[in-house]
């Protein structure tokens, strides 16, 4: 539960699709698959608060092109927060995620460049487990399935060199489609067979 000492404290799950092969040489800091990642990544708030703000049930989705290793900070990037959420919702959220509050979010954030633009859209998340799909209208499009082991477990990625949600297993999966349509902001590919990763987070500060 939220206390009032935190500033934010935001848990759910987290989806991520790119167009590297599988597994993400980003994950293991090498360098993406022919030198660039086109991804997303999707944060599915179960529960938390941002400044006493409660922001449960909303998501925020990060669309990104990166050239080069992602810990270089070379991405172009926009977001769209959920349409769900009230004006003063999303504004708490992007506070959060745009790395002003500090904590995990502040260090994601410094690898995006420059000012990062913002669109409000209805986002449809249905995933878990590594399974499911996301869709933001016509704009954006992934649906995924997860790796399993020899006994049928999910195959998860732990201790690794670079996270989306550090402290926490990453669930290994396979995206059958990763699809974006955002040609205004220059971010427009679809990919399929490429990698996914989804997994639950806890960001505090």
Same mark, same amino acid.
């Given at each position: ?7 934010? &404290? ?42 006493? +703000?409660?922001v449960a049930g909303l998501t925020l989705v990060r669309v990104s092109y990166f050239r080069g290793n992602i810990l270089k900070g ?5 977001? *769209? /927060?959920?349409a769900a959420g009230s004006e003063e919702q999303r504004a708490a959220l992007l506070e959060a995620f745009g790395g002003k509050l ?15 633009? +913002?669109? /409000?859209?209805?986002?449809?998340? &249905?995933?878990?487990?590594? &399974? ?14 997860? *790796? ?9 990625? +732990?201790?690794?060199? *670079? ?8 669930? +290994? ?5 990763? &699809?974006?349509h955002l040609p205004a902001f220059q971010l427009e590919w679809e990919y399929h067979g490429r990698n996914a990763i989804q997994g ?6």
């Amino acid at each position: 539960m939220p206390t009032t000492a935190s500033v934010y &404290r935001l848990e759910g799950q987290l989806l991520e699709v790119c167009s590297c092969n599988v597994l993400c040489p980003c994950w293991v800091a090498e360098d993406p698959d022919d030198g660039y990642c086109a991804t997303f990544v999707a944060y599915q708030i179960e529960q938390g608060q941002v400044r006493g +703000v409660h922001v449960a049930g909303l998501t925020l989705v990060r669309v990104s092109y990166f050239r080069g290793n992602i810990l270089k900070g070379t991405a172009q990037t926009m977001i *769209f /927060v959920d349409a769900a959420g009230s004006e003063e919702q999303r504004a708490a959220l992007l506070e959060a995620f745009g790395g002003k509050l500090g904590g995990a979010l502040a260090d994601v954030a410094k690898l995006y460049l420059g000012e990062v633009p +913002v669109r /409000v859209a209805p986002i449809t998340y &249905r995933i878990a487990a590594g &399974r499911g799909t996301i869709q933001i209208g016509e704009a954006l499009y992934g649906e995924m399935a997860p *790796f399993h082991g020899p006994n049928g477990a999910v195959t998860r990625l +732990v201790d690794s060199a *670079f996270s989306t949600i550090p402290g926490s297993p990453a669930y +290994v999966s396979k995206a059958s489609t990763n &699809r974006v349509h955002l040609p205004a902001f220059q971010l427009e590919w679809e990919y399929h067979g490429r990698n996914a990763i989804q997994g639950h987070f806890l960001f505090e500060a």
